[in-house]
């Protein structure tokens, strides 16, 4: 996609709202290290850190060296890297609704970035409830504004965008009285990891998939999130969102359209939006019946608590910490087909992978000789350890006709002599070049809110009580009683 831009060649300043947090601390300083490891930062870059808590430049540039790696420079040129990079990394506390606190930080970067036109990337790590007050005291505070039209701002922000249509509608509204929608970035990591950027590799760039990808070869589709992990110390922000909003609507969503979307015209943000879009208003809003929730009790051991004896969540929580539901696609070329998204935390394993399952074949000459034949499928692991699996048939080596389903594997890390980017790397890298194919727009926002807003709202209403499953366990009974009516089998959402 086209990478030159207008201001492309002017400093950047790098600019972490909430940069005390677990995601400032954990993904974006270290995506930073990386880029620029490589050489892929502008020549005169900033990274300024704003936050509440009170810090000093020693202790803030500490806080983010402990999470550095050094895979792109491994050796003692590490250290020269860290340094010239944490010299770039600057912190001011301030508070998120206060026009004052951006003012002041406005003076801070003018005095490090000195004078002429910069570029500057807003970056914001807060809880998704302070979005909001942030960006409207950014506003106010005229560091957003353009001194010239060689220059850019631009907003990163990340999921969960609102609670349902109503309120992300209202964010978006909100949100353009600040930042224009070409300015808007609204990150989904997962559009960031390599295998899922190679979906549309993998269906438009073979000749082989694109005829058989459809409803006629096509019987089912599984995507399949799963994490062994509880809630944790996280309890009070994931029980007012829950495992729909979390992971479902947005990360498995988004696999959903990739896995589906129609060919664009060109590879590029426009075309491929439009058609994700295109296809997400293809699928009917969720219903009811077509979902099965849970939540975690403790381990059988004892040894692991229930998702309602976690820190700060309420004993009589409702939250759904699992999720499945079957959602149908009303388009030629998927009427009929049932894709099936589950969704988890403290289950069995850590795993992200799609299931495609071919029809049976038709006429079965082998069957006389050589029992059932089972169909193709192909597996697509995201995480962990991406790989691409097809299942086919083959005969056995052998002088009797013996069949049996076989993988051909691409196993990314011994096919691939290469570092696989963080996602945060990639997404980071687009915000700066300015391609958006990336990121969600407000329209396929609010086409996937669309989905899943009206059944949120009965459960909400209705007060669904998700089925009790033990720690650790493959996933609640209910979510297996919905997979089957839909004619998945165990396998498929393991
Ligand atoms: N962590 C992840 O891996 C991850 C992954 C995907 C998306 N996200 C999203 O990224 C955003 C940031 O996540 P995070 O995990 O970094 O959040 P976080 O650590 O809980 O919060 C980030 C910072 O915001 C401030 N803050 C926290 N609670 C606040 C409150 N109630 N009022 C005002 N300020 C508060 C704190 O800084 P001060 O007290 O110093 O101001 C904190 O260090 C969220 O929208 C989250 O949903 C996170």
Redesign the pocket.
Known sequence: MPKTEPGGDLPLSIVVV??????????IYPALFALFCQGLLPANFQVFGM???A?DQPGFRTKIEQNLTCRYVPGVSCAEFEAAFLKRCHYL?GQ?SSTDSFLDLFQFMRMVEGEGPVNRLFY????????LEAANALGNSGLVACGSSREWSRIV????FGRDRASSDGLVREMHKVFTEESTYR?D?YLGKEIVQNLMVLRFANLVFEPIWNRQFIERVSIIWKEPQGVGQ?GG?FDG?GIVR?VMQNHLLQILALLAMERPARFDAQAVRDEKVRLLRCVPPLALANVATGQYGPSESGKQRAYVEEPTVPSDSLASTYAAAVLEIDNPRWKGVPFFLGAGKALDSQVNEVRIRFRPVENDIFAASSGMLQANEMVIRIQPDEAIELKIMNKVPGLNMALQHTELDLHYKAAFDTLIPDAYECLLMDVIEGDRSLFIRADELAAAWNVFSPVLNEIETQKVVPMRYPFSCSGPENALGLARKWGFSGADMM
């Open positions: 909430g940069a005390s947090g677990d995601l400032a601390q954990r993904k936050a509440r808590s810090m506390a998120y914001m790590a807060v809880p998704p409830t302070i979005f922000v990340e999921k969960p990150i990591h996280r922000y969102f979390d």
